[in-house]
């Protein structure tokens, strides 16, 4: 299974976590649906490979045998995995390289059967005696916002671990731990999770209604009828799911909810009904499905622990008389991708809340943020309509990475930084130059000496250093070397085995490659690679973040088809901000400037094309689908890339296309985070004297506090004279 960028840093900050003597306890603060089982479970794999006499304990909570769910993911991903279960354990114990899944509440629970008094005592010596026998137990702590008792804490104690990772989507921070975050951000980009959570679309500002339960329900079941259209002209064979949720104390409104599906065609006798509620469950089975013929779900808070149905997407919250607290993890439940990709479609991309509960609403904005918006429809307006461009699309669509461009950068970055070339001899005397080791043996250092003071003993002042050499054995040190590559190749997103050609190819004699660096033996390339770990690891790096010259595109890289400005936007927008002004420059009627998802510079941006003179109308494009416009570049995996401009906007009748980004700091620093901005530049511009357009890239400047505009030349130097003021580019140009 392929990794997404996002899972790839989260289990290379997990390894140099683990490998930090400061730090006890992890924190993995993950999102619902980004993965986490994934993650950890090839984390885990990766690091029994490098440490040796080393095994994990996953425990878990509750009664959803989520141990069992967990043990089959990793069995499924990672083959050849050593997983056991609690009875796995009670009879043949721990061993190296193990993976045991526990539910902590067969260990702790009064009243829990799992394990009789004679049996608890026999865990206990097994824990003993794989301590005994040198094993070290690293403990994984599954949902740990639940349940975690006094207990709970007193079995952790007995695996006399020195490092536990806690993992939830909202977990409770201890500030003396690790904390590795997993952004939301990250997960949309890769497509797990829906773009957005949009509440109460299209309501009007006012509401007359008699029954306000089936006006909910009415607007849900009209969105899941819509989004179940949209999948069948995909031909894609996905029955979004509605899930209504009542109230904890009430079982009033279940009648209500079933009488008015019943008017629908919607009941429990043609299994489309669903009722997951305290002893009634009809229709449950298979529901997670895809395809499943359940259209609705009816049921009261959060279900399970670790139930997944990522065709929901449609969330109806009653309320009878109070409001409720909100729960995040019932909003994780309409947030998966149903085949964890977006489909390009704002409808298909978001999920949706209906509910009159204002507690509940305002729970959602404070947990999702910008993730969580008011919505509606917006409609170009008529005179806008025949506005016409070409937008590029992809021909060859692969998100997977090319290591053998990877191995020419890194050849080409060696070759250009420590001017390298084809003399292997002095090649490696200008290496040792630039601070390489090269050694038959292995390098470490320590100091010795007395000193008077914490200070002097703190700065080393009167210590001398003594550097310990050790003989290559490369059956010993096999994993060090595993470990030393694993940590390279998670530096730049390659998989071990890549990894391990690549530096195979570059620096040793085992392998044949035309840009070959050096010509170590096998002994004197296990001491290259473990000496000079973080050198490699630091200029791989750069070698990937370096910029490479253009790649051009052949004709049948790119498919040209006409582009003309969306009908219909899906408008979402801020309805807590204090202003609500709408934009008369906007080509849609109805386009407020509290319009967001959007970033700083756009605000920005949007807010001054309100206010030029010179400006006659603007459109904000969207940065994802096959309705927007899209110019098609190659990154430097040589991998087809979509770039959606920010702006399409006419300056004295001319049509401009604007790229916002990251501005400039008051020192002039740059604060833009995109590191192919230089390559969108570059194919924007020969996009623009392709079509006979204008256009550029706009960013901040703090210092002078205006907008500036790059129009010939991409710097990231804000003092150059390829940045203009934005406001006299587009006065002077008529």
């Known amino acids: 299974m392929k990794l997404m960028n996002f899972q790839l840093k989260a289990i290379k900050d997990l390894i140099e976590s683990m490998e930090d003597n400061s730090i006890r306890e992890i924190i993995l603060k993950s999102p619902t649906g980004s993965g986490k089982t994934i993650m950890l479970t090839h984390f885990m794999n990766e690091y029994v490979k490098e440490h040796a006499k080393t095994l994990f304990v996953w425990l878990t909570p509750g009664k959803g045998e989520l141990e069992v769910q967990s043990k089959a993911k990793m069995d499924k991903y990672i083959h050849n995995s050593q997983t056991k279960l609690l009875a796995d354990v009670m009879t043949c114990g721990f061993e190296e390289n193990d993976a045991c899944f526990i539910n902590w509440e067969k260990l702790t629970k009064k009243g829990n059967n799992a394990l009789k008094d004679s049996e608890r005592t026999n865990f206990l010596e097994w824990i003993d005696k794989a301590i005994d026998n040198g094993l070290t137990f690293k403990?994984?702590?599954?949902?740990?916002?639940?349940?975690?008792?006094?207990?709970?804490?007193?079995?952790?104690?007995?695996?006399?671990?020195?490092?536990?990772?806690?993992?939830?989507?909202?977990?409770?921070?201890?500030?003396?731990?690790?904390?590795?975050?997993?952004?939301?951000?990250?997960?949309?980009?890769?497509?797990?999770?829906?773009?957005?959570?949009?509440?109460?679309?299209?309501?009007?500002?006012?509401?007359?209604?008699?029954?306000?339960?089936?006006?909910?329900?009415?607007?849900?079941?009209?969105?899941?009828?819509?989004?179940?259209?949209?999948?069948?002209?995909?031909?894609?064979?996905?029955?979004?799911?509605?899930?209504?949720?009542?109230?904890?104390?009430?079982?009033?409104?279940?009648?209500?909810?079933?009488?008015?599906?019943?008017?629908?065609?919607?009941?429990?006798?043609?299994?489309?009904?669903?009722?997951?509620?305290?002893?009634?469950?009809?229709?449950?089975?298979?529901?997670?499905?895809?395809?499943?013929?359940?259209?609705?779900?009816?049921?009261?808070?959060?279900?399970?622990?670790?139930?997944?149905?990522?065709?929901?997407?449609?969330?109806?919250?009653?309320?009878?008389?109070?409001?409720?607290?909100?729960?995040?993890?019932t909003i994780g439940r309409i947030r998966r991708m149903p085949e964890a990709k977006h489909y390009n479609n704002d409808v298909l991309d978001c999920c949706y809340l209906y509910t009159f509960d204002q507690k509940f609403t305002e729970g959602v904005k404070a947990a999702l943020n910008k993730g969580a918006l008011d919505g509606k429809d917006i409609f170009l307006k008529n005179e806008y309509r025949s506005i016409k461009l070409?937008?590029?699309?992809?021909?060859?669509?692969?998100?997977?990475?090319?290591?053998?461009?990877?191995?020419?950068?890194?050849?080409?970055?060696?070759?250009?930084?420590?001017?390298?070339?084809?003399?292997?001899?002095?090649?490696?005397?200008?290496?040792?130059?630039?601070?390489?080791?090269?050694?038959?043996?292995?390098?470490?250092?320590?100091?010795?000496?007395?000193?008077?003071?914490?200070?002097?003993?703190?700065?080393?002042?009167?210590?001398?250093?003594?550097?310990?050499?050790?003989?290559?054995?490369?059956?010993?040190?096999?994993?060090?070397?595993?470990?030393?590559?694993?940590?390279?190749?998670?530096?730049?997103?390659?998989?071990?085995?890549?990894?391990?050609?690549?530096?195979?190819?570059?620096?040793?004699?085992?392998?044949?490659?035309?840009?070959?660096?050096?010509?170590?033996?096998?002994?004197?390339?296990?001491?290259?690679?473990?000496?000079?770990?973080?050198?490699?690891?630091?200029?791989?790096?750069?070698?990937?973040?370096?910029?490479?010259?253009?790649?051009?595109?052949?004709?049948?890289?790119?498919?040209?088809?006409?582009?003309?400005?969306?009908?219909?936007?899906?408008?979402?927008?801020?309805?807590?901000?204090?202003v609500q002004t709408e934009s008369i420059k906007n080509v849609y009627q109805g386009y407020l400037l509290s319009a967001e998802k959007r970033s700083a510079s756009e605000k920005k941006f949007e807010k001054f094309c309100e206010k030029?003179?010179?400006?006659?109308?603007?459109?904000?494009?969207?940065?994802?689908?096959?309705?927007?416009?899209?110019?098609?570049?190659?990154?430097?995996?040589?991998?087809?890339?979509?770039?959606?401009?920010?702006?399409?906007?006419s300056v004295n009748g001319e049509m401009w296309i604007i790229e916002t980004k990251g501005g400039f700091d008051k020192a002039g620093n740059s604060e833009d985070i995109d590191i192919f901005s230089p390559k969108k530049f570059e194919v924007l511009k020969e996009y623009l004297a392709k079509h006979g357009l204008k256009g550029g890239f706009v960013r901040f400047d703090k210092s002078s506090e205006e907008l500036c505009i790059c129009t010939d030349n991409y710097s990231d130097d804000i003092h150059s004279d390829n940045w203009k003021l934005l406001d006299e580019v587009f006065i002077i140009i008529k």
């Open 139 to 329: 403990i994984i702590i599954d949902e740990s916002h639940q349940n975690f008792t006094e207990k709970a804490d007193a079995i952790i104690q007995l695996f006399k671990t020195d490092k536990i990772i806690r993992c939830s989507a909202t977990p409770k921070v201890d500030k003396k731990a690790k904390l590795i975050e997993i952004e939301e951000e990250d997960v949309i980009a890769e497509g797990l999770i829906k773009k957005l959570l949009i509440i109460n679309e299209n309501f009007p500002q006012t509401i007359q209604t008699d029954n306000q339960t089936w006006y909910l329900l009415d607007r849900a079941f009209a969105k899941q009828r819509e989004i179940k259209s949209i999948f069948l002209s995909k031909e894609t064979d996905i029955n979004p799911l509605i899930i209504v949720q009542l109230p904890n104390n009430s079982d009033n409104l279940c009648s209500s909810v079933e009488d008015y599906f019943a008017t629908q065609g919607i009941n429990v006798e043609n299994e489309t009904l669903a009722i997951w509620l305290s002893g009634r469950h009809e229709n449950i089975d298979n529901i997670s499905d895809n395809n499943a013929k359940q259209v609705v779900v009816i049921m009261k808070q959060a279900v399970a622990t670790g139930w997944d149905c990522p065709r929901a997407q449609i969330l109806v919250k009653l309320r009878e008389n109070m409001d409720e607290t909100f729960e995040i993890q």
């Open 390 to 578: 070409v937008k590029e699309q992809r021909t060859m669509i692969t998100d997977l990475r090319d290591p053998r461009k990877a191995l020419a950068s890194i050849a080409s970055y060696y070759k250009q930084t420590f001017n390298l070339a084809g003399n292997k001899a002095e090649n490696k005397t200008r290496l040792e130059t630039a601070g390489f080791v090269f050694s038959d043996s292995i390098n470490t250092q320590t100091q010795s000496g007395s000193v008077a003071t914490l200070s002097a003993l703190k700065n080393n002042n009167e210590l001398n250093t003594i550097t310990i050499k050790e003989t290559v054995n490369t059956h010993k040190l096999g994993r060090d070397r595993h470990h030393c590559i694993g940590i390279i190749g998670r530096e730049i997103g390659v998989d071990y085995s890549y990894m391990q050609s690549i530096v195979g190819k570059l620096f040793g004699d085992k392998f044949t490659y035309s840009n070959k660096l050096l010509s170590l033996s096998t002994r004197e390339l296990y001491a290259f690679i473990i000496n000079n770990v973080d050198l490699l690891r630091r200029s791989f790096r750069e070698a990937m973040a370096t910029q490479l010259s253009q790649s051009v595109l052949s004709p049948n890289m790119v498919s040209e088809k006409e582009f003309f400005l969306p009908r219909v936007c899906k408008f979402t927008y801020d309805s807590a901000n204090k």
């Open 612 to 649: 030029c003179s010179a400006v006659d109308w603007i459109y904000k494009n969207g940065d994802k689908g096959e309705e927007y416009l899209s110019i098609v570049y190659l990154d430097n995996g040589n991998h087809q890339k979509l770039f959606y401009p920010d702006y399409i906007v």
